[in-house]
């Protein structure tokens, strides 16, 4: 099975703040490659599918890139709902491997 | 609005079986491949199984091979997942998601609230 790496695994930042967040898979995934944010409580929500297409309705300052095994969410001025869980998920294979989390705090 | 709700979860004891449903409200799921995607307490996001669209074509996670059942019925614009022989590693959050496979690519656009299975003598 492919295995999805994503570090940090837990960071803290400010309200204004750019933040990155990077996810690497244990083999070539292309850019099958998509983000989830989820808030205490919540069911994920899509962001960004296909390493780097904004889903609709999700807000502009997310981006994502890479391609084979490094990827990135990017969170170009943080704002207060951002303040979350984010999971990367690869969907090269029907394991649709999720990593392990990172968890965004308030400083 | 596009809904997915969950129902069915509980408390069950080691060995028992549930099922779950989850039924869709403002689209049609007809021409979504469909998942479940489990979360134990505290910890990450578990790919379950999936379903096709026409349902003529399903998978599973190795964990549950075996054991899970994941059917549709599009008629009623709900889906299913038949859980037996449950073990304690199964207590868990259920949601059902739906998912567009856009080009080729798959993504879970719409998520249920989830639902609370407990497995505990």
């Known amino acids: 099975d492919i295995q999805m790496t994503q570090s940090p695994s837990s960071l803290s930042a400010f309200v204004g703040d750019r933040v990155t967040i990077t996810c690497r898979a244990s083999?070539?995934?292309?850019?099958?490659l998509n983000w989830y944010q989820q808030r205490p409580g919540k069911a994920p929500k899509l962001l960004i599918y296909a390493a780097s297409s904004l889903q609709s309705g999700a807000p502009s300052r997310f981006s994502g890139s890479g391609s084979g095994t490094d990827f990135t969410l990017t969170i170009s001025s943080l704002q207060p709902e951002d303040f979350a869980t984010y999971y990367c998920q690869q969907s090269y294979t029907t394991s649709y491997t999720f990593g392990q989390g990172s968890k965004l705090e308030i400083k | 609005e596009a809904q997915l709700v969950e129902s069915g979860g509980g408390l069950v004891q080691p060995g028992g079986s549930l099922r779950l449903s989850c039924a869709a409200s403002?689209?049609?799921?007809?021409?979504?491949?469909m998942h479940w995607v489990r979360q134990a307490p505290g910890k990450g996001l578990e790919w379950v199984s999936r379903?096709?669209?026409?349902?003529?074509?399903?998978t599973y996670a190795d964990s549950v091979k075996g054991r899970f059942t994941i059917s549709r019925d599009n008629a009623k614009n709900t889906l299913y997942l038949q859980m037996n022989s449950l073990r304690a590693e199964d207590t868990a959050v259920y949601y059902c998601?739906?998912?567009?496979?856009?080009?080729?690519?798959?993504?879970?656009?719409?998520w249920g609230q989830g639902t609370l299975v407990t497995v505990s003598s």
């Open positions: 083999q070539s995934i292309s850019n099958y």
């Open positions: 998601a739906s998912d567009p496979d856009r080009g080729g690519y798959s993504m879970f656009d719409y």
């Open positions: 379903i096709k669209s026409d349902g003529s074509r399903t």
């Open positions: 403002g689209f049609a799921i007809t021409t979504y491949w």
